[in-house]
């Protein structure tokens, strides 16, 4: 992935395909996930304990990671890499 790509040319690819994500967090830590918004890999739905407020404006993407088995988010402008993987 390239700077030109907008958040929702990544929410696309995540949406189609599971991907290596690295990007660095707020801490300056480098983190590496597996990562998909493919609905057939989602958990079923379960309500969080937190109202999620979907904010248009933020550059966050929100990703399940496969192999914590939980939801993440980053910033699309933290983003180092992201590569499809052959699922």
């Not at 390239?2 to 995540?14: F, S």
């Amino acid at each position: 992935m390239t700077a030109t790509n907008t958040k929702n040319d990544l929410i696309e690819t995540l949406r189609s395909a599971v991907c290596d994500i690295t990007f660095e967090k707020q801490d300056g830590s480098i983190r590496h996930l597996r990562g998909t918004l493919r609905e057939d890999l989602l958990p079923a739905y379960t309500p969080s304990p937190r109202p999620y407020v979907k904010n248009e404006e933020s550059d966050a993407i929100r990703v399940y990671d496969l192999e914590s088995d939980g939801w993440r988010s980053f910033n699309a402008e933290n983003l180092i890499s992201l590569n499809t993987i052959n699922e």
